[in-house]
């Protein structure tokens, strides 16, 4: 089982807004910075985000994220059929000195 | 931009040794931690360790007695031994400068 907790799958009609969370505990994600990659089938993870909020450049404003103790959140508004994908939270894990994910969120655009 | 290469034998028996080497470019192989992740088809990710560009390495707790990550920053490059493997081995395989610049990853299958 993986150490950050992520719901399985979500869902949102296009146009709509989505979050997805990231739950683990003081030895990781509230302890160190959140990153969340999207990763299309067949394809390598891609950066979306990194310490906690920072977009790399390219990609929109639609995508955002935040952090409070020891939960992350990916938020993903304007729904596009494009953003049918995996998406993934990572960190640092202090206590088992290893970098950690989460299970993975599929997300189905309706 | 930092441009990730893995190669390697991408068919590889049960009980051997799994190699692949990843060849940096576009950027400075110094200053940064290199890591390996893995995708088991259908599943998730899994970080199998990084190297610090001095030689220094962490891996992770539950492959550390079968790993090997070794770096030649003159070749800028940076490789990965897992010994031993077994089906449950088989996977995409990536090379990645955490969290910014992945490779396009190659799927290595342990298979007689």
């Known amino acids: 089982q993986s150490v950050l907790t992520q719901p399985p799958s979500v869902s949102a009609a296009p146009g709509q807004k989505v979050t997805i969370s990231c739950s683990g505990s003081?030895?990781?994600?509230?302890?160190?910075?959140v990153s969340w990659y999207q990763q299309f089938p067949g394809t390598a993870p891609k950066l979306l985000l990194y310490d906690n909020n920072k977009r790399p450049s390219g990609i929109p404003d639609r995508f955002s994220g935040s952090k409070s103790g020891t939960s992350a959140t990916l938020g993903i508004t304007g729904l596009q059929t494009g953003d049918e994908a995996d998406y993934y939270c990572g960190t640092w894990d202090s206590s088992l000195s290893a970098v950690v994910f989460g299970g993975g969120t599929k997300l189905t655009v309706l | 931009q930092v441009q990730l290469q893995e190669s390697g034998p991408r068919l590889v028996k049960p009980s051997e040794t799994l190699s692949l080497t990843c060849i940096v470019s576009g950027g400075s192989i110094s200053n940064y931690y290199w890591s390996w992740i893995r995708q088991p088809p259908g599943k998730g990710l899994e970080w199998i360790g990084h190297?610090?560009?001095?030689?220094?390495?962490t891996y992770n707790p539950s492959l550390k007695s079968r790993v090997t990550i070794s770096i030649d920053t003159s070749k800028t490059q940076f490789s990965l031994k897992l010994r031993s493997v077994t089906a449950a081995d088989t996977a995409v395989y990536y090379c990645v400068q955490l969290p910014h610049y992945w490779g396009q990853g190659t799927l290595v299958t342990v298979s007689s």
């Open positions: 003081s030895s990781n994600i509230g302890n160190d910075y």
């Open positions: 190297i610090y560009y001095s030689g220094s390495t």
